[in-house]
């Protein structure tokens, strides 16, 4: 079993910044790709970012040019960093990660950005 924690959500004004942190931990023998989604009010849930490994990243349009996401195989860590933020960005944001062949999720942090 696989866990994730994340932090680093909460209310910020427009143009702000915020990163997230998910750190996966347990019984871990191949941690894939590790990512953030996230879920509006009335909405499905969404690819934000996620990374490989190997480094490879891939970005919702978006939010490309605005959010970093960035990894520390050494820890199983993967970060956020949401720069720009606007008040369509605010959603509940999951940390994703594909590990042992399986999907895990996080619980999930708030992120909400006043205008």
């Known amino acids: 079993q696989v866990q994730l924690a994340e932090s680093g959500g909460g209310f910020v004004q427009a143009g702000g910044s915020l990163r997230l942190s998910c750190a996966a931990s347990?019984?871990?023998?191949?941690?894939?790709?590790m990512g953030w989604y996230r879920q509006a009010p009335g909405k499905q849930r969404e690819l934000v970012a996620h990374?490989?490994?190997?480094?490879?990243?891939n970005y919702a349009d978006s939010v490309k040019g605005r959010f970093t996401i960035s990894r520390v195989n050494a820890n199983n860590t993967v970060y956020l960093q949401m720069s720009s933020l606007k008040p369509e960005d605010t959603a509940v944001y999951f940390c994703?990660?594909?590990?042992?062949?399986?999907?895990?999720w996080g619980q999930g942090t708030q992120v909400t950005v006043s205008s």
């Open positions: 347990g019984s871990i023998f191949r941690l894939f790709r």
């Open positions: 990374i490989t490994s190997g480094g490879i990243t």
């Open positions: 994703n990660a594909l590990a042992n062949l399986r999907n895990y």
